[in-house]
């Protein structure tokens, strides 16, 4: 029997869990692939609904609209990705050999978890890449933030965070250095892919340099404490 990976959600994200219905996993699988194929913007739930075969009103029935669709997938992924930092780096005793998978993880393009069959990841990653800043870069950012809808985030942030002070407990600025490695490993990788002239790595497009340019970043401000 295939076991299936769950991640526990934010209540206030949705008026009914998409994870507990048919309609509700193919909402999140649809929305996926049609925002990976056309873009947030252009993605409406009126597109949604005629690509499942159902009602833009049993579309609102488990979101409210649009953007807090985009913050359950954007905190769906960031929990996922939390959970393959800890599998992927269990067994490492060593912190600098952690930070290094860590920015490995951020850095690689992702493949498919067949252990949730109604999201597929590696779409998703390009989801959160080209789109994920949408979710916080908002006038509603405040409110949203008291109903704790980044909350993933700030815990992916502080265990690579946690993980930068193993390196080095007297570097000053853990967390500022945490969520320059998600973001920098995202910019530039979608800089490599649609705005070569901004990265050193347009031309080969070669992920194993945005690695080695992280991983110099990162090791170089840790180490000149």
Known sequence: MELQLQIKMNEALFLRNPEQSELGKKIIRHSIELIYKNGFEAFTFKK???DIGTTEAGIYRYFENKHRLLLYLVAWYWSWLEYQISFHT???NDPIIRLKMVIKLL???VQHDEKTSYVNESLLHQI???EGSKAYLTKHVTEDNRHHFFKPYKDLCAVIGNLISECNPKYKYPKSLASTIIEMAHFQNFFMNNLPSLTDFGINKDEAKIISF???LVFSSINKV
């Open 48 to 50: 949604l609904a005629k």
């Open 90 to 92: 269990n067994n490492i």
């Open 107 to 109: 850095a690689t393009s």
């Open 128 to 130: 959160v890449i080209s």
């Open 214 to 216: 992280l991983d110099d």
